[in-house]
């Protein structure tokens, strides 16, 4: 198994890991691969990274809750599964917009389509 994404290693031949390109220990020189002391990769700027579940199929339609660590945290990201990318493999989905006001505030004229004042409270919403 890879030392850095846990993926199988195919074959007893295999010099790197198909999943993620890490060296297979003791394949690729004399010395053992010891990874660097970092976290998982990063991610391209809009995206974070999914593992597939077990029952995966390419072309599939996915729903997955952004984790912590980003503004979106909790908020729900719809994304296809890439052609190609197998059971418990890695990918990239991207990030959904934000939910909340962007920093500084919606510009001047309030919320976007109108927002409270449209359909909230003020025209006959909760106590009339």
Same mark, same amino acid.
């Given at each position: 198994? $890879?030392?850095? $994404?846990? #993926? %199988?290693?195919?074959?007893? /031949?295999?010099?790197?890991?198909?999943? $993620?390109?890490?060296?297979?220990?003791? %394949?690729? /020189? =004399? #010395?053992?691969?010891?990874? +660097? +002391?970092?976290?998982?990769?990063?991610?391209?700027?809009?995206?974070? &990274?999914?593992?597939?579940?077990?029952?995966?199929? /390419?072309?599939?339609? &996915? @729903?997955?809750?952004?984790?912590?660590?980003?503004?979106? +945290?909790?908020? &729900?990201?719809?994304?296809?599964?890439?052609?190609?990318? %197998?059971?418990?493999?890695?990918?990239?989905?991207?990030?959904?917009?934000?939910?909340?006001?962007? #920093?500084? =505030?919606?510009?001047?004229? =309030?919320?976007? @389509?109108?927002?409270?004042? @449209?359909?909230?409270?003020?025209?006959?919403?909760?106590?009339?």
């Amino acid at each position: 198994f $890879c030392t850095n $994404c846990g #993926q %199988k290693i195919q074959g007893d /031949s295999a010099k790197f890991c198909v999943s $993620c390109g890490t060296p297979v220990p003791g %394949k690729t /020189s =004399g #010395q053992p691969h010891v990874p +660097a +002391a970092q976290g998982p990769p990063q991610a391209p700027p809009g995206t974070f &990274m999914v593992q597939l579940p077990q029952n995966v199929v /390419s072309g599939q339609t &996915m @729903q997955v809750p952004v984790p912590a660590g980003y503004p979106q +945290a909790g908020q &729900m990201a719809v994304f296809r599964v890439p052609d190609g990318a %197998k059971p418990l493999s890695y990918v990239y989905a991207p990030l959904p917009q934000p939910a909340y006001p962007p #920093q500084g =505030g919606y510009p001047q004229g =309030g919320y976007p @389509q109108g927002g409270y004042a @449209q359909g909230g409270y003020a025209q006959g919403g909760y106590a009339q």
